[in-house]
C-alpha cells in the first residue's frame, strides 16, 4: 500500500538549532511532494512544494527541501528554528500512478526560547 | 478573499444524530475535499469533488455522505454519527488537479457521546 512516513512524531529543540525533518514514501514513479505548516490554532498552510527541476527547493520562512529520488525521500531543513516555528508540519505525497496525495502522520516541533 | 471557510468550528452530538458541515470557498476552485484528521494519523481523505455536481470517494468514506450543488460550497454529512467519528474535519480546494497545492479551512472540531 502507498505510504508516507515521517519518523520524527516529537521533536523539541532550543532557538538557533538546525532542523531536519525525515519524510519517506513508498511510491515508484512520477510523484508530486509538499510540506505543509499547521501553527496552533490555524489551518494548514503550504509551506514548500517541489513538482519537477531542481530537487533543493526553498520555501516560505526559510525553509528548504531535498528531494532525493534514489531515497524517495524528501526531508524538510532550516539552519536556525525560531520560537515561532513551533507548529505541526505534515509531510505529503501525491503518485500520479495512484492518483493519490496522501499525508504523513505529522511532526509536532516545540521551539524552546 | 476569506479563502476557504467551515462552519460550524466546533459540535458536539449524540450517538445516531446527524448533522452537516458546511465548506465553501471564494477563489473559484474546481477541486475540493474533505479530510478528517486523527491523532498520529496525519489527514484522510473522505471524499472530494472534481467540479460541481460530482463527488468521489476517498479513503476513509464510511458514514459520511457529501454534495456539490454549487461549485463553491462542499458539504459534508453525517446520517448518524458514531464515536469513530470524533476527529477534527478539515476541507480544501485545488484549482485544477488532485496533485495541485490545496488551500485548507480552518477545521471543525466534532465530539461524538
Known amino acids: 500500500a502507498q505510504s508516507v512516513s515521517q519518523h520524527n512524531h516529537h521533536v523539541i529543540l532550543s532557538e538557533a538549532a538546525s532542523l531536519e525533518l525525515g519524510c519517506n514514501y513508498s511510491?515508484?514513479?512520477?510523484?508530486?511532494l509538499f510540506w505543509y505548516v499547521q501553527y496552533p490554532g490555524q489551518h494548514l498552510q503550504l509551506l514548500l512544494k517541489?513538482?519537477?527541476?531542481?530537487?533543493l527547493v526553498k520555501g516560505i520562512k526559510g525553509f528548504e527541501a531535498e528531494f532525493i529520488k534514489s531515497k524517495f525521500s524528501f526531508n524538510l531543513r532550516k539552519p536556525s528554528v525560531q520560537w515561532s516555528d513551533t507548529a505541526e508540519y505534515f509531510c505529503?505525497?501525491?503518485?500520479?500512478?495512484?492518483?493519490?496525495?496522501?499525508f504523513g502522520a505529522g511532526t509536532r516541533l516545540a521551539v524552546h526560547p | 478573499n476569506a479563502g476557504v471557510t467551515q462552519t460550524p468550528k466546533f459540535r458536539v452530538l449524540k450517538t445516531g444524530q446527524s448533522m452537516t458541515l458546511l465548506c465553501a470557498q471564494d477563489?473559484?476552485?474546481?477541486?475540493m475535499y474533505w479530510y478528517r484528521q486523527d491523532p498520529g494519523m496525519g489527514l484522510r481523505l473522505i471524499h472530494y469533488?472534481?467540479?460541481?455536481?460530482?463527488?468521489a470517494k476517498g479513503e476513509v468514506p464510511d458514514g459520511y455522505n457529501v454534495s456539490r450543488l454549487k461549485k463553491q460550497n462542499f458539504l459534508l454529512g453525517l446520517e448518524s454519527a458514531a464515536p469513530s467519528q470524533t476527529s477534527v474535519y478539515f476541507c480544501?480546494?485545488?484549482?485544477?488537479?488532485?496533485?495541485?497545492?490545496?488551500?485548507f479551512g480552518p477545521g471543525t472540531r466534532l465530539t461524538v457521546l
Open positions: 505529503a505525497v501525491f503518485s500520479g500512478g495512484y492518483n493519490k496525495l496522501i
Open positions: 517541489y513538482f519537477s527541476g531542481d530537487p
Open positions: 511510491y515508484g514513479g512520477t510523484v508530486n
Open positions: 480544501a480546494s485545488s484549482y485544477l488537479v488532485l496533485a495541485d497545492e490545496q488551500f
Open positions: 469533488s472534481v467540479g460541481e455536481g460530482t463527488t
Open positions: 477563489m473559484n476552485h474546481e477541486y
